[in-house]
Protein backbone atom coordinates (compact mmCIF):
# COMPACT_ATOMS: atom_id res chain seq x y z
CA UNK A 1 0.00 0.00 0.00
CA UNK A 2 1.15 3.20 -0.96
CA UNK A 3 1.76 5.65 2.07
CA UNK A 4 -0.19 8.42 0.54
CA UNK A 5 -3.30 5.96 0.89
CA UNK A 6 -3.18 6.46 4.51
CA UNK A 7 -4.92 10.07 3.98
CA UNK A 8 -8.43 8.17 3.98
CA UNK A 9 -7.69 6.00 6.47
CA UNK A 10 -6.66 8.80 8.36
CA UNK A 11 -9.90 10.79 7.18
CA UNK A 12 -11.94 7.74 8.02
CA UNK A 13 -9.99 7.71 11.13
CA UNK A 14 -11.41 11.29 12.08
CA UNK A 15 -14.47 10.54 11.96
CA UNK A 16 -14.87 6.89 13.76
CA UNK A 17 -12.11 8.24 16.44
CA UNK A 18 -14.67 11.25 16.68
CA UNK A 19 -17.40 8.95 16.71
CA UNK A 20 -15.96 6.74 19.11
CA UNK A 21 -14.77 9.48 21.73
CA UNK A 22 -18.45 10.22 21.67
CA UNK A 23 -19.82 7.50 22.78
CA UNK A 24 -17.25 6.82 24.91
CA UNK A 25 -18.13 9.61 27.27
CA UNK A 26 -21.75 8.18 28.29
CA UNK A 27 -20.42 4.22 28.55
CA UNK A 28 -19.08 4.23 31.85
CA UNK A 29 -22.14 5.83 33.76
CA UNK A 30 -24.29 3.46 30.97
CA UNK A 31 -22.12 1.12 32.09
CA UNK A 32 -23.18 1.43 35.88
CA UNK A 33 -20.18 2.67 36.89
CA UNK A 34 -18.44 -0.73 35.74
CA UNK A 35 -14.08 -0.72 36.51
CA UNK A 36 -13.07 -1.86 33.62
CA UNK A 37 -14.92 0.30 31.02
CA UNK A 38 -13.54 2.95 33.87
CA UNK A 39 -10.11 2.08 32.63
CA UNK A 40 -10.19 2.86 29.15
CA UNK A 41 -13.33 5.73 29.58
CA UNK A 42 -13.64 8.92 31.56
CA UNK A 43 -15.18 8.37 35.56
CA UNK A 44 -15.39 12.00 36.20
CA UNK A 45 -15.85 15.74 34.55
CA UNK A 46 -12.06 16.53 34.93
CA UNK A 47 -9.64 17.39 31.75
CA UNK A 48 -7.66 14.31 32.47
CA UNK A 49 -10.62 11.59 32.08
CA UNK A 50 -11.41 13.27 29.04
CA UNK A 51 -8.34 13.21 27.26
CA UNK A 52 -8.98 9.10 27.11
CA UNK A 53 -11.40 10.00 25.01
CA UNK A 54 -8.74 10.67 22.68
CA UNK A 55 -5.92 8.37 23.76
CA UNK A 56 -7.63 4.82 23.35
CA UNK A 57 -10.34 5.40 20.24
CA UNK A 58 -7.19 6.41 18.60
CA UNK A 59 -5.06 4.07 19.58
CA UNK A 60 -7.79 1.41 18.72
CA UNK A 61 -8.32 2.61 15.32
CA UNK A 62 -4.03 2.74 14.76
CA UNK A 63 -4.50 -1.28 15.80
CA UNK A 64 -7.00 -2.00 13.21
CA UNK A 65 -4.77 -0.06 10.79
CA UNK A 66 -1.43 -2.13 11.38
CA UNK A 67 -3.55 -5.49 11.36
CA UNK A 68 -4.66 -4.09 7.70
CA UNK A 69 -1.78 -2.15 6.15
CA UNK A 70 -0.05 -0.02 8.93
CA UNK A 71 3.21 -2.74 9.22
CA UNK A 72 3.45 -2.22 5.53
CA UNK A 73 4.98 1.67 6.34
CA UNK A 74 7.68 2.23 8.19
CA UNK A 75 7.51 4.19 11.10
CA UNK A 76 3.75 4.07 10.99
CA UNK A 77 3.26 3.41 14.79
CA UNK A 78 5.68 6.34 15.88
CA UNK A 79 4.13 8.49 13.39
CA UNK A 80 0.84 7.88 15.12
CA UNK A 81 1.60 7.93 18.88
CA UNK A 82 3.80 11.26 18.26
CA UNK A 83 0.04 12.37 16.94
CA UNK A 84 -1.72 11.51 19.54
CA UNK A 85 1.04 12.60 22.28
CA UNK A 86 0.69 16.49 20.70
CA UNK A 87 -3.33 16.28 20.20
CA UNK A 88 -3.27 14.95 24.07
CA UNK A 89 -0.98 18.12 25.02
CA UNK A 90 -2.86 20.83 22.75
CA UNK A 91 -6.57 19.68 24.60
CA UNK A 92 -5.32 20.33 28.44
CA UNK A 93 -3.31 23.12 26.92
CA UNK A 94 -6.05 25.01 25.36
CA UNK A 95 -8.90 24.17 27.99
CA UNK A 96 -6.42 25.55 30.31
CA UNK A 97 -5.91 29.06 28.28
CA UNK A 98 -9.35 29.68 27.28
CA UNK A 99 -10.66 29.36 30.98
CA UNK A 100 -8.04 30.90 31.83
CA UNK A 101 -9.11 33.86 29.58
CA UNK A 102 -12.85 33.54 30.21
CA UNK A 103 -12.52 32.64 33.52
CA UNK A 104 -15.01 29.73 33.22
CA UNK A 105 -15.08 26.50 30.89
CA UNK A 106 -18.29 26.14 28.45
CA UNK A 107 -19.23 23.23 27.17
CA UNK A 108 -19.32 23.79 23.68
CA UNK A 109 -15.76 24.55 23.29
CA UNK A 110 -14.89 21.70 25.16
CA UNK A 111 -16.26 19.23 22.99
CA UNK A 112 -14.87 21.46 19.95
CA UNK A 113 -10.99 20.92 21.85
CA UNK A 114 -11.88 17.44 21.66
CA UNK A 115 -13.00 17.36 18.03
CA UNK A 116 -9.54 19.66 17.17
CA UNK A 117 -7.77 17.38 19.08
CA UNK A 118 -8.66 14.59 17.32
CA UNK A 119 -7.99 16.39 14.32
CA UNK A 120 -3.88 17.67 14.94
CA UNK A 121 -3.31 13.67 16.25
CA UNK A 122 -4.17 12.71 12.34
CA UNK A 123 -2.86 15.21 10.78
CA UNK A 124 0.23 15.34 12.29
CA UNK A 125 0.82 11.60 11.94
CA UNK A 126 -0.34 11.29 8.48
CA UNK A 127 2.06 14.08 7.61
CA UNK A 128 5.02 12.16 9.40
CA UNK A 129 4.72 8.76 7.50
CA UNK A 130 3.99 10.95 4.37
CA UNK A 131 7.13 12.50 4.67
CA UNK A 132 8.72 9.36 5.89
CA UNK A 133 9.96 11.02 8.81
CA UNK A 134 10.22 7.98 11.19
CA UNK A 135 11.77 4.83 9.71
CA UNK A 136 13.71 3.47 12.10
CA UNK A 137 13.09 0.37 14.37
CA UNK A 138 14.17 1.89 17.86
CA UNK A 139 11.14 4.77 16.88
CA UNK A 140 9.10 1.36 16.66
CA UNK A 141 9.99 0.21 19.84
CA UNK A 142 9.86 3.77 21.42
CA UNK A 143 5.86 3.87 20.44
CA UNK A 144 5.40 0.74 21.37
CA UNK A 145 6.78 1.78 24.91
CA UNK A 146 5.19 5.71 25.05
CA UNK A 147 1.81 3.52 23.99
CA UNK A 148 2.41 0.80 27.07
CA UNK A 149 3.39 3.64 29.62
CA UNK A 150 0.66 6.25 28.43
CA UNK A 151 -1.97 3.42 29.15
CA UNK A 152 -0.25 2.70 31.83
CA UNK A 153 -0.55 6.45 33.51
CA UNK A 154 -4.12 6.94 32.40
CA UNK A 155 -5.04 3.25 34.43
CA UNK A 156 -2.87 4.44 37.42
CA UNK A 157 -3.97 7.81 37.59
CA UNK A 158 -7.63 6.41 36.90
CA UNK A 159 -7.73 5.47 40.55
CA UNK A 160 -5.32 7.75 42.36
CA UNK A 161 -5.42 10.94 40.74
CA UNK A 162 -2.96 13.91 42.08
CA UNK A 163 -5.34 16.92 43.45
CA UNK A 164 -4.67 19.58 40.92
CA UNK A 165 -6.45 21.06 38.77
CA UNK A 166 -5.79 18.76 35.42
CA UNK A 167 -7.44 15.84 37.54
CA UNK A 168 -10.13 17.63 39.19
CA UNK A 169 -13.84 17.81 37.95
CA UNK A 170 -14.90 21.41 36.64
Known amino acids: MKVEKSFWSSLIGFFAVSLMGVVGHFLYDLSGNNTFVGLFM ?3 ESVWE ?6 FPFMLYVFIEIALYGRKISGFLFSRI ?3 IIGLVFI ?5 IYTAVIGKNVAFLDILL ?12 YKRI ?4 DKNIRK ?17 LTFSPPNTALFTSP
Open 82 to 84: TGV
Open 130 to 133: LHGK
Open 42 to 44: PVN
Open 114 to 125: YFIGVFISFDIS
Open 140 to 156: TISAIILFLGISALFIS
Open 92 to 96: PTAYF
Open 50 to 55: HLKLLF
